[in-house]
């Protein structure tokens, strides 16, 4: 599975953005998503993941009720929608992808694959 990570920018505090993570390859056999975040001189940190039907969510909490995940398996798509950003949320955002799709995780080195990231910037 091949992930690409897309969505990131500028935005100032208190704004939006939806980040998406396109999947490409053996997507047939299905896996549970999760995005992840990097600061500057911080170690990866989870943000949110999602099990391959959709139904089951996790999410930190420093993002719940700010923060969406979604999926659309026909287009192999994986979003999160961020809302209320603020300079915290600074990052590089990347998207991964467990082939034990009905277990979601909040530990990097659980998941087999990984996206390139994409940087989120906002400005106060």
């Known amino acids: 599975v091949q992930l690409q990570a897309s969505g990131g920018g500028l935005v100032q505090v208190g704004g939006s953005l939806r980040l998406s993570c396109a999947a490409s390859?053996?997507?047939?056999?299905?896996?549970?998503t999760g995005w992840f975040r990097q600061a500057p001189g911080k170690e990866r940190e989870f943000v949110a993941a999602?099990?391959?039907?959709?139904?089951?969510?996790l999410y930190e909490n420093s993002v719940k009720g700010r923060f969406t995940i979604s999926r659309d398996n026909a287009k192999n798509t994986v979003y999160l929608r961020m809302n209320s950003l603020k300079p915290e949320d600074t990052a590089v955002y990347f998207c991964?992808?467990?082939?034990?799709?009905?277990?979601?995780?909040?530990?990097?080195?659980?998941?087999?694959?990984w996206g390139q990231g994409t940087l989120v910037t906002v400005s106060s």
């Open positions: 390859g053996r997507t047939s056999s299905g896996y549970a």
């Open positions: 991964a992808a467990k082939t034990i799709y009905y277990i979601l995780s909040v530990y990097p080195n659980e998941y087999d694959y």
């Open positions: 999602i099990s391959w039907s959709g139904g089951s969510t």
